[in-house]
């Protein structure tokens, strides 16, 4: 027999949320959970916001000045933008998302870039349709 003390074993524990939202996470992964949120944000949101305000839209142009006039609040028009810009995110990943199903820009850095793509390209077409919706011009 050996006289030797058998090794520590490493601990495990729960993980916090406290350490959870200190871990560095890459960009790539970033737009990944961004990329779901935005899809869940989406899909929850189409029949509570998006199907009303459409058919508001198009029934008649009575409930078309309503449904302006629903959109000329503020607090509407946030929530539209933040729409507007998780469509727009969960469009440009999900081209990103196609593009390396199709082995195109797999390795680290390649994805690193394109994961930065897609944030500076969705945020500044949010920024356009922001200051549209808002009437800048």
């Known amino acids: 027999?050996?006289?030797?003390?058998?090794?520590?074993?490493?601990?495990?524990?729960?993980?916090g949320?406290?350490?959870?939202l200190s871990y560095r996470l890459p960009l790539a992964a970033k737009s990944s959970i961004l990329h779901r949120v935005s899809g869940a944000l989406?899909?929850?949101?189409l029949p509570l916001v998006l199907l009303p305000l459409f058919s508001l839209s198009?029934?008649?142009?009575?409930s078309f000045a309503t449904m302006r006039s629903y959109v000329d609040n503020p607090v509407c028009k946030l929530v539209l933008l933040v729409l507007i810009w998780?469509?727009?995110?969960?469009?440009?990943?999900?081209i990103r998302y196609l593009a390396l199903d199709?082995?195109?820009?797999?390795?680290k850095e390649s994805a690193k870039k394109?994961?930065?793509?897609?944030?500076?390209?969705?945020?500044?077409?949010?920024?356009?349709?922001?200051?549209?919706?808002f009437g800048v011009w």
Do not use: W
């Open 1 to 15: 027999m050996s006289d030797t003390a058998p090794k520590q074993r490493p601990q495990y524990r729960n993980i």
């Open 17 to 20: 949320v406290p350490q959870i």
């Open 42 to 45: 989406l899909f929850l949101c």
């Open 58 to 62: 198009v029934s008649s142009p009575e």
């Open 86 to 94: 998780g469509y727009l995110h969960h469009f440009c990943a999900g």
């Open 102 to 107: 199709l082995h195109l820009g797999n390795d």
């Open 114 to 133: 394109s994961a930065g793509m897609v944030f500076g390209v969705s945020l500044a077409l949010t920024v356009v349709f922001g200051l549209k919706l």
